[in-house]
């Protein structure tokens, strides 16, 4: 058995109270689309998952922290040769997500309604062909940069999870975010790929704005878009 490491948790798990039909949404959708024993209770010995039964041999692509599921489900609907896993604590987003997954009908996607370190800790080497971070949590004081996404305690697992080749793409608001995400980010084995400042000033070609987005355009703050690459 692998001993389980210290992990605080910093990050809301629950807001408002579901509606009838979100609480339904959980109870009969959310236990089906588990990419498999992620939590340590039910894998205490951190076994890989079997990604290639959940999806078939299909390239299998990872969002970390998907909000309330648009960007998720766009992806999965626009890439339906691709197997999506999205991991996000908020019961809340996860709801969100379950009915946006109804009413699209698509299943080429797998929820983990925890923790990403959890997941990380079980997706086999080398297993990701693509990864989103997407306005993640910015914890905007000084001393709370630690708990962002872009250290290496994230980092380097998200980097052992990812193909060589497969690329990162982080979105952002915050000019801090975006420093740090410079110096973090390359030092886990990734390599920036703009060669003008388009290339962090355009949205991608594929790109579908989140509530996030809209709520940061509205209040005056730019957009970044950052594309790493696996070394």
Excluded: C
Aim: proline letters at 8%; charged letters at 25%; a neutral charge.
């Amino acid at each position: 058995m692998t001993k389980r490491p210290h992990r605080n948790f910093y990050g809301r798990l629950k807001g408002k109270t579901l509606k009838k039909s979100q609480r339904a949404y959980i109870a009969e959708d959310l236990e089906a689309l588990s990419p498999g024993a992620v939590s340590w209770e039910d894998n205490p010995d951190r076994a890989p998952l079997d990604l290639e039964t959940l999806f078939g041999g299909k390239p299998v692509w990872l969002e970390v922290g998907f909000g309330g599921g648009e960007h998720l489900v766009h992806q999965a609907a626009a890439n339906p040769d691709a197997g999506i896993i999205g991991a996000e604590p908020y019961i809340n987003g996860v709801a969100m997500l379950l009915g946006k997954i109804r009413r699209a009908d698509v299943s080429n996607l797998a929820v983990h309604p925890g923790d990403a370190r959890d997941l990380m800790d079980v997706l086999p080497a080398a297993s990701i062909s693509r990864a989103f971070l997407l306005y993640p949590d910015p914890w905007p004081k000084a001393r709370h940069h630690r708990r962002r996404f872009v250290t290496q305690e994230h980092l380097v697992p998200l980097a052992r999870a990812m193909q060589p080749g497969a690329m990162l793409r982080v979105a952002t608001d915050i000019p801090d975010y975006v420093r740090q995400t410079l110096e973090e980010v390359p030092q886990a084995g990734f390599e920036w790929l703009a060669e003008s400042p388009a290339d962090w000033r355009a949205p991608w070609e594929d790109w579908i704005s989140t509530r996030y987005e809209q709520k940061a355009l509205r209040e005056g703050r730019v957009p970044h878009y950052l594309t790493f690459r696996r070394l």
